[in-house]
């Protein structure tokens, strides 16, 4: 009688999927970096532009 009651496949299945998901992840990461500190310090500059138009918003919308 097997332990485990996933099939016959147990952990190994399951660890070999989590280490492709995480592999993917990092792939996909590495190719979606910016390259340059020019496009990291746009990227940055677009963030808190977006943030103080949500902080904006919101003290619209709570009549401040």
């Known amino acids: 009688m097997r332990a ?16 492709t998901g995480m592999a993917a992840a990092a792939a996909l990461t590495a ?7 020019r496009q ?6 677009k963030a808190a532009r977006r943030v103080n138009e949500a902080v904006d918003h919101l003290a619209d919308a709570m009549d401040m």
């Open 4 to 19: 485990n009651s996933c099939g016959g496949h147990g952990a190994g299945v399951f660890l070999m999927g989590a280490v």
């Open 31 to 37: 190719t979606m970096t910016p390259t340059s500190t």
């Open 40 to 45: 990291i310090k746009r990227a940055a500059h």
